[in-house]
Structures are given as structure tokens and as C-alpha cells.
């Protein structure tokens, strides 16, 4: 499975952005997709979480009620919908192949593909 994000960039706290995660490759081998950020000098934290197969989208807390996840029904894109951007989200975001409840609920140990980031930086 090969990941690759776009849409990251600089945008003034409070706005709007949209990273989108293109998947190709063993798509079948992964039933839940999600996101996940590190920003400068911190460990990387789970996002959102979704399955292929519909649902809910699974999130932080910090983000929740903030972002959207979501995922096109042909299985090849993911989309991180982010509104009320804060400075603190400003990091690294990651898009990530997974299995399982355990990955739906933000375990990484439970991902085994990821993609090389895309950065997302929020000014004050």
C-alpha cells in the first residue's frame, strides 16, 4: 500500500484547511484509514480514525468537533477536513493504513503503512 498527502500549508488560526491522502497498491489489505500529527519536539499523536467499509470517523479530543474524516467510496482517497484551526495544530500530519478496532481507536502500533507527511503549519 503506498500513501502519499497533499494540501498541507500555512493558513491564519482560525482557518480552514483540507489534506487529502491518495492510496494505492494492496488497498484490501487495510480496513481502517487514518490520520495522525507530530509537531516539533513532541511524540506523534492519533487524529482521526475511519473504516473503508462507512461509519463514524473516530477522533481526538482535541480535535473533535473541529475536523472531519472521511474517505471516497472507491477506496482511493482520505480526506482531513480541519476548521477552527489553532496554533497548536501546526505539525506534521500523517496518513496512515491500518486493522482493526484497535486502529480505528488511534493505536499505531495497529498501522502498518504510512505515508511520508505533509506539513501544516497554523500562525497566531
Known amino acids: 500500500v503506498q500513501l502519499v498527502e497533499s494540501g498541507g500549508g500555512l493558513v491564519q488560526a482560525g482557518g480552514s484547511l483540507r489534506v487529502s491522502c491518495a492510496v494505492s497498491?494492496?488497498?484490501?489489505?487495510?480496513?481502517?484509514m487514518g490520520w495522525f500529527r507530530q509537531a516539533p519536539g513532541k511524540e506523534r499523536e492519533f487524529v482521526a480514525a475511519?473504516?473503508?467499509?462507512?461509519?463514524?470517523?473516530v477522533y481526538a479530543g482535541s480535535v473533535k468537533g473541529r475536523f472531519t474524516i472521511s474517505r471516497d467510496g472507491t477506496k482511493i482517497k482520505i480526506y482531513l477536513q480541519m476548521n477552527s484551526l489553532k496554533p497548536e495544530d501546526t505539525a506534521v500530519y500523517y496518513c496512515a493504513g491500518g486493522q482493526g478496532v484497535r486502529a480505528l481507536y488511534g493505536s499505531s502500533r495497529d498501522y502498518d503503512y504510512w505515508g511520508q507527511g505533509t506539513q501544516v503549519t497554523v500562525s497566531s
Open positions: 475511519i473504516r473503508w467499509s462507512g461509519g463514524s470517523g
Open positions: 497498491g494492496r488497498t484490501f489489505s487495510s480496513d481502517v
